[in-house]
Structures are given as C-alpha cells and as structure tokens.
C-alpha cells in the first residue's frame, strides 16, 4: 500500500542553521510528491512540488526514487519557516493524495 | 475569490449530539476531499467526491460518518452521534481535476 513517512514530529533548528526535512514513501511506481505547509492560524497550502523543480521561499526538495525519498531542505533557516510541513503523495494520477502525519518545525532564535 | 469556505470555525458539542460540517468548493473545481486532522494520526483523507459523486470513502471511520455532495458548490460532513474521541480539526479541500489541492480554513470540533 501507498504510505508517506514523516519520521519526526518536531525539528527544532536555530535560525541560519540548515534545515532538513525527511519524508521517505512507499509505491512502486511513479509518484507525484508535495509539501504542503500550515502557518499559525493560516490554511494549509502547497509550498512546491517535485514536478516543478523549484525553490520556493528558499526550500528546495528532490525527488530520490533509489531511496524513496523527497527531503525538504533549506540551507539558511528563517524564524518565518516555523510551521507545519506535511509531505504528500499522489498516484495513478489520480486525484486523491496521502499525507505524511507532519513535521512541526520550530526555529529558535 | 475567498478560496474554500467551510462553516462553522468552531464546534462545541455534547457526546451524542448530531453535528453537520458544511464547506463550499472553489468556484469551477469538480473534485472536493474532506479531511480530519489530529495530533495523532496527522492528517487523514476522508472522502472525496469527483463531479459531486462519491469516489472513494475508505477513510470514513465508521457508521457514524456521513458526507454528501448535493451540488458542485456545496459539501457536507455529518457526524451522528458524536463521540469525544471526533474531536478534531476537520479541513475541506478542492481541486480542479489532479491538480493543487486548495484548503479550507478547517472546523475545530470539540465533542464533550
């Protein structure tokens, strides 16, 4: 079955330090994979998928199919990055997707 | 556009009370998930609906849970009876197709 693993629940990093973000999954085929970020009193929204190639706010993610890995990473961590980050994947391109149960990371000052 | 609107905020309710979560699509997206967030489990797809028609449920926990789509602009999550252990942040999502997934601002439910 189709699984997303967040192995930490919290991340504490201190501010300009790098940030790691792991997320392994669990399909043999070809996946689609997300990050998805809740701020503080804020919805919950994509920050970048592994099919655009982007960086956004700084944050990069690669796809590693030998390891079945999608790592978030940002080399200089801001207090602003504190949230909630959630890796996701998708299927068969179909339209549903499964989340990992989530990382808090708290930047400290 | 203000985005996926989900009423109420808040609930607080009493164990065995029905309670009716309702959320409202972005205009123009045919495909609506329900999902349950807590600390626990993380977040957790519950049902979503393609073009109003149910797809896939295999997330709803049990009986006790229904969801309906009687329209493309409107959703709802109902829970009869409530039990403590419902409570939970609840977000609604929609998507045009297989694309992004665009979030409620979710309903906090408490079941006392």
């Known amino acids: 079955a189709q699984r997303v693993t967040q192995p930490e629940k919290l991340l504490s990093v201190f501010k300009g330090a790098p940030v790691e973000l792991k997320c392994n999954y669990s399909y043999s085929g070809s996946p689609e994979l997300f990050w998805y970020v809740q701020y503080s009193r804020q919805r919950l929204q994509l920050l970048l998928r592994h099919i655009s190639r982007e960086s956004i706010k700084g944050f990069t993610a690669d796809l590693n199919k030998g390891e079945t890995s999608f790592h978030l990473k940002k080399p200089f961590a801001q207090e602003e990055d504190s949230a909630m980050y959630y890796c996701?994947?998708?299927?068969?391109?179909?339209?549903?997707?499964?989340f990992g149960k989530g990382t808090r990371l708290h930047i400290l000052p | 556009d203000a985005g996926v609107i989900q009423s109420p905020r808040h609930e607080v309710t009493e164990m065995g009370q029905e309670v009716t979560l309702r959320c409202k699509p972005i205009s123009g997206h045919n495909s609506l998930f329900w999902y349950r967030q807590t600390m626990m489990r993380g977040l957790e797809l519950l049902i979503y609906?393609?073009?109003?028609?149910?797809?896939?449920d295999s997330g709803m926990p049990e009986d006790r849970f229904s969801a309906k789509m009687p329209n493309a602009s409107f959703s709802t999550l109902k829970i009869q009876p409530s039990e403590p252990r419902d409570s939970a942040v609840y977000f609604c999502a929609s998507s045009l197709g297989a694309t992004t997934q665009y979030f409620g601002p979710g309903t906090r439910l408490t079941v006392l």
């Open positions: 996701a994947l998708r299927w068969n391109r179909d339209d549903k997707i499964i």
């Open positions: 609906f393609n073009n109003n028609v149910p797809i896939d």
